[in-house]
């Protein structure tokens, strides 16, 4: 099941902090917190006060890292605001960020606000803290100053969702009585829906089966099942379920058969798909525009471009719009195919049509220029973003820095690295690891990839360790050993406890590694 799939079935369901609140109501006679004021902090000083304290608890990730200690100096200045932006900041930093928000809740008159505690909720369950998570919703139980929504719930599925771990979905939702939350039928949805999403079809199924004679099922319930059937190849599963909704007596409104058709085509059934798409006409029930991108995306899979534009152009003489991911699909095959011209007049048609591009429509045409050395077009798509309002990621100047380096247009990177600040972009450590390692790889550039590893330092990211393994194999292959040690005595003196740790990797320690981060999700927020 795509992500567009249910966009119009769970618009009411969207998992936002502005719609969460108010997740978590705080009762008025509560003991728990002072009443004193929260101060309130405006102006100026706000984003510095944030970048500090964000830094201060991203440099501080590990247990034995004293956080509080360094978080003592800005008591005087926390305020509500002031903390939810750095949760926000610090949204992959699951042990720390819970930790500032302890630390934060310890001051004498500072109350936190109920975003607060849905954003820690988020962060807890995101970085697979389950048992501090659960702590968490029993204190807030307990307390007597916090009622716990369903919707807390519906992040917690997530959480379990994402984690690969559907079992512990199903007992959430189960465990939903202890709170003092009855599930509701919408609960039920959601819990299949997020199942579902992330592949987790026959667990959903299975609770489906037990669950279903405490609820009122709807059209929308069998819906979400036959799509999660459809979204892993099993179209026989939907088939039935379609059968079970008509024989439950459910209205089959255009959302079930917009779910039906697209199992039908990932199962690659299109002709059976055909034949009810004409049904549905028949019992006048007027297709949609993602009726017809089903079978756009279907035929871009198959690459048969042909059918695809014949169904494009059928929804424009019905006066249908395509969305942005329906065009993308086309985008991408088109430059997968060569048709990169093609694709250039598709993104044109968007812009004319109203239907603005995001990052993956020109992020594909990118990728065709990048893996093509066309590193003129490239450039000119770059600035083309910009004067389209449509600001590169990460992606886009990965791909971009990875080609210049390999072309050897250093003088390119460098442009484009120093205005990489004028379009709020700022490089995480994947960026400065494309810079770095393609650097290592050229003759001569050596002290050029130094020079982006300082950087990297002085910004408090820490490096991968591959990253410094390289960067030191290529000094020790030169004999270039002060440089290793000027290195190393940098990450020492840095704010960052993790990369101090790190300084024994470039020193040749191999067992720093095991202290050491592997991903580069932690430092995405900063």
């Not at 048609?349 to 220029?369: C, L």
């Not at 066309?374 to 791909?399: F, G, I, K, W």
Request: glycine share 4%.
């Amino acid at each position: 099941m795509s992500k567009m799939a249910f966009q119009s079935l769970f618009s009411e369901y969207k998992i936002l902090t502005s719609f969460l609140c108010p997740l978590v109501q705080h009762k008025p006679n509560c003991h728990h917190f002072h009443t004193l004021p929260t101060p309130q902090i405006s102006g100026p000083l706000l984003p510095d006060l944030v970048n500090e304290i964000s830094r201060l608890v991203s440099d501080h990730r590990y247990p034995h890292h004293d956080l509080e200690l360094s978080l003592n100096p800005f008591s005087e200045q926390i305020s509500t605001n002031l903390v939810e932006q750095v949760l926000k900041r610090c949204k992959n930093l699951g042990l720390s960020a819970h930790r500032f928000f302890l630390w934060a809740k310890s001051i004498q008159g500072f109350q936190h606000s109920v975003e607060s505690y849905t954003i820690l909720v988020e962060i807890l369950g995101s970085c697979k803290q389950f048992a501090i998570l659960w702590d968490f919703l029993i204190e807030m139980r307990e307390s007597c100053c916090c009622e716990i929504k369903s919707e807390i719930f519906w992040l917690i599925f997530k959480a379990y969702s994402r984690a690969n771990l559907p079992d512990g979905a199903i007992r959430s939702f189960i465990r939903m009585d202890e709170f003092g939350i009855k599930p509701t039928t919408r609960d039920f949805d959601m819990l299949l829906y997020i199942l579902c999403k992330r592949k987790h079809v026959k667990q959903a199924q299975q609770f489906f089966d037990q669950a279903k004679s405490r609820f009122l099922l709807t059209a929308k319930t069998y819906s979400i099942l036959i799509s999660g059937w459809g979204k892993i190849g099993d179209s026989g599963k939907a088939c039935e379920l379609f059968q079970a909704m008509l024989e439950q007596g459910c209205p089959v409104d255009l959302l079930a058969y917009n779910n039906f058709l697209e199992a039908l085509c990932k199962g690659g059934h299109v002709g059976e798909a055909t034949n009810v798409f004409h049904d549905m006409l028949s019992k006048r029930v007027e297709p949609d525009a993602f009726t017809y991108s089903v079978f756009i995306r279907t035929h871009c899979d198959a690459n048969d471009m042909r059918s695809a534009f014949k169904v494009l152009d059928e929804m424009r003489r019905c006066h249908l719009l395509p969305n942005v991911f329906t065009y993308n699909c086309i985008i991408k095959r088109l430059c997968l195919s060569e048709n990169v011209e093609e694709a250039y007049q598709l993104l044109d048609e968007m812009i004319s049509r109203g239907v603005k591009p995001d990052t993956w429509s020109y992020n594909a045409i990118q990728a065709y220029h990048c893996d093509h050395s066309e590193v003129n077009r490239a450039l000119r798509l770059l600035s083309r973003m910009e004067q389209d309002n449509c600001l590169p990621d990460r992606h886009t100047y990965n791909m971009v820095f990875k080609l210049l380096i390999r072309i050897g247009r250093f003088d390119k990177a460098t442009e484009v690295w120093e205005n990489m600040g004028d379009k709020k972009f700022y490089p995480s450590v994947s960026t400065y690891s494309v810079m770095i390692h393609g650097l290592c790889k050229k003759k001569g550039k050596l002290e050029d990839a130094c020079k982006y590893f300082e950087m990297m330092i002085d910004e408090g990211i820490p490096p991968y360790v591959t990253t410094i393994e390289l960067l030191r194999n290529r000094l020790l292959g030169l004999g270039l050993l002060d440089q290793i040690e000027i290195l190393a005595d940098k990450m020492r003196q840095s704010t960052s406890c993790s990369i101090q740790e790190l300084a024994n990797v470039m020193v040749g320690n191999r067992a720093a590694q095991n202290a050491s981060r592997h991903d580069e999700t932690d430092m995405e927020s900063d």
